[in-house]
């Protein structure tokens, strides 16, 4: 399986389709439990797009875990990512047997048994979608606003008008050109919530391997540091350790 596609990371890519395709089935799921008249002409629809959303799932799931190896592991996203695989699959097959057994016209036990089961796990289908769609969003977002949010310092804000729409960095702040100059699992140094480490000692010694950190190398590793150590004391401490410098 392809881990990028037109030069971009395919896992986004796929992630996006499967959380905006699925709670949409699932809720075509409860229309049609509560509007008979409408299973005919849009059963098969919503019944063939909770397959490919399934599909669509697993390769997220997959093409997360290759990206992982990359940029590092967002834990939580990863764990609503593994749950969401099995719920859609089984959503998909207790909707195939409702639609089945509907269009053969069966009532009683059986009948509201299978619409109560269908409401139910297209609820959770739902829930667990919306969990795996805000996970991976904090997880690549979360730091980056708060750091583009947070005030400027004193010194800075009272740089003169013209430094400042020139672009000019603050003396000695090192910039995301010279982040890239390090790139290398020789030479490795990356920017996380505003500052540079150098984490070419870290490589060897990540209990994570060094997969997540070479991945931060020469880069804004925000993301995948905050996704993995979020809220966690010792990770933090440990990457002060490595400290070079702000980023301006």
């Given at each position: 399986m392809p881990d990028t596609i037109g030069g971009l990371p395919l896992h986004p890519l796929v992630v996006h389709a499967a959380v905006v395709l699925l709670p949409l089935c699932a809720l075509g799921l409860i229309v049609l439990v509560f509007v008979p008249k409408w299973?005919?002409?849009?059963?098969?629809?919503?019944?063939?797009?909770?397959?490919v959303s399934v599909v669509f799932a697993w390769v997220a799931k997959e093409?997360?875990?290759?990206?992982?190896?990359?940029?590092?592991?967002?834990?939580?996203?990863?764990?609503?990512?593994?749950?969401?695989?099995?719920?859609?699959?089984?959503?998909?097959?207790?909707?195939?047997?409702?639609?089945?057994?509907?269009?053969?016209?069966?009532?009683?036990?059986?009948s509201t048994l299978l619409n109560i089961a269908g409401i139910a796990l297209a609820l959770l289908t739902i829930?667990?979608?919306?969990?795996v769609g805000h996970s991976g969003a904090e997880a690549a977002w979360k730091a980056k606003y708060a750091a583009a949010t947070q005030p400027l310092p004193a010194?800075?804000?009272?740089?003169?008008?013209?430094?400042?729409?020139?672009?000019?960095?603050?003396?000695?702040?090192?910039?995301?050109?010279?982040?890239?100059?390090?790139?290398?699992?020789?030479?490795?140094?990356?920017?996380?919530?505003?500052?540079v480490y150098d984490l070419t000692q870290w490589i060897s010694q990540h209990p994570g391997g060094s997969g997540p950190i070479v991945g931060m190398c020469?880069?804004?590793?925000?993301?995948?540091?905050?996704?993995?150590?979020?809220?966690?004391?010792?990770?933090?401490?440990e990457l002060a350790t490595f400290l070079v410098g702000p980023l301006g």
């Amino acid at each position: 399986m392809p881990d990028t596609i037109g030069g971009l990371p395919l896992h986004p890519l796929v992630v996006h389709a499967a959380v905006v395709l699925l709670p949409l089935c699932a809720l075509g799921l409860i229309v049609l439990v509560f509007v008979p008249k409408w299973r005919r002409t849009y059963g098969w629809l919503v019944i063939g797009g909770l397959a490919v959303s399934v599909v669509f799932a697993w390769v997220a799931k997959e093409t997360g875990e290759n990206l992982a190896n990359v940029v590092g592991l967002p834990s939580e996203h990863a764990e609503w990512g593994d749950r969401l695989v099995p719920i859609s699959a089984l959503l998909f097959v207790v909707a195939a047997i409702w639609f089945w057994f509907a269009r053969k016209g069966t009532t009683g036990a059986a009948s509201t048994l299978l619409n109560i089961a269908g409401i139910a796990l297209a609820l959770l289908t739902i829930g667990v979608t919306v969990l795996v769609g805000h996970s991976g969003a904090e997880a690549a977002w979360k730091a980056k606003y708060a750091a583009a949010t947070q005030p400027l310092p004193a010194a800075t804000a009272a740089a003169s008008p013209a430094a400042s729409s020139a672009g000019t960095a603050a003396a000695g702040a090192i910039t995301m050109a010279d982040v890239a100059k390090h790139a290398s699992a020789s030479d490795c140094w990356s920017a996380v919530s505003g500052n540079v480490y150098d984490l070419t000692q870290w490589i060897s010694q990540h209990p994570g391997g060094s997969g997540p950190i070479v991945g931060m190398c020469g880069k804004d590793g925000t993301a995948g540091f905050e996704g993995q150590h979020a809220g966690q004391g010792r990770p933090a401490q440990e990457l002060a350790t490595f400290l070079v410098g702000p980023l301006g």
